[in-house]
T-cell receptor, first 115, second 112 residues
Framework: NAGVTQTPKFQVLKTGQSMTLQCAQD?????MSWYRQDPGMGLRLIHY???????DQGEVPNGYNVSRSTTEDFPLRLLSAAPSQTSVYFC??????????????FGEGSRLTVL | GQQLNQSPQSMFIQEGEDVSMNCTSS?????WLWYKQDPGEGPVLLIA?????ELTSNGRLTAQFGITRKDSFLNISASIPSDVGIYFC????????????FGTGTRLKVLA
């Protein structure tokens, strides 16, 4: 059971380049999300999805796009990378969300550097 | 937007000491989650709390769901070097749909 798989683990981009961070889960989780982690800033929610075909913005969505065409996959797209997007990105999933929700499972992270 | 504030931001303690940290919110939560992140890895769930006043243990870790529903506490007893890491509180918030938000984290360093 692979859990939450993120690729790539490391990536260096030049300003203005585009790329996609991939996230896949094999647990049939409805909820998937992307966070970025910067020193001293904790985990900030970028975008999330409560099911296939449904996405919504988190706290810091600017500069990122997402789509959810299948339950398993939730890619994060950077259309025109900026140095401010240098960060560690985490994908996380949960069986469902609600007021009494359960565990959020994380991938190992993708470290992105934008020069 | 909603924020979860954690304190302290960081702490250095001696091995064997007890550790206390807390998480506060400006609004009510119905679930509190505590995670630990080891260097270079993703966060891992330590304890989940679902009821105001609830006290739950996981080995040397004990967490409490504050009775106001706006705070939660995590205690680590008899700390050991492998307790080093960042501890995050988290919970689901509602804005049309539920989503998880995280606190800013408490960085723990244990001196042997």
């Amino acid at each position: 059971n692979a859990g939450v798989t993120q690729t790539p683990k490391f990536q260096v981009l030049k300003t203005g380049q585009s790329m996609t961070l991939q996230c896949a889960q094999d647990m049939n989780h409805e909820y998937m999300s992307w966070y970025r982690q910067d020193p001293g800033m904790g985990l900030r929610l970028i975008h999330y999805s409560v099911g296939a075909g449904i996405t919504d913005q988190g706290e810091v969505p600017n500069g990122y796009n997402v789509s959810r065409s299948t339950t398993e996959d939730f890619p994060l797209r950077l259309l025109s990378a900026a140095p401010s997007q240098t960060s560690v990105y985490f994908c996380a999933s949960s069986y469902q969300t609600g007021p009494n929700t359960g565990e959020l499972f994380f991938g190992e992270g993708s470290r992105l550097t934008v020069l | 937007g909603q924020q979860l504030n954690q304190s302290p931001q960081s702490m250095f303690i001696q091995e064997g000491e007890d550790v206390s940290m807390n998480c506060t919110s400006s609004s009510i939560f119905n679930t509190w989650l505590w995670y630990k992140q080891d260097p270079g890895e993703g966060p891992v769930l330590l304890i989940a709390l679902y009821k105001a006043g609830e006290l739950t243990s996981n080995g040397r870790l004990t967490a409490q769901f504050g009775i106001t529903r706006k705070d939660s506490f995590l205690n680590i007893s008899a700390s050991i070097p492998s307790d080093v890491g960042i501890y995050f509180c988290a919970g689901p918030t509602f804005s049309g749909t539920y989503k998880y938000i995280f606190g800013t984290g408490t960085r723990l360093k244990v001196l042997a």
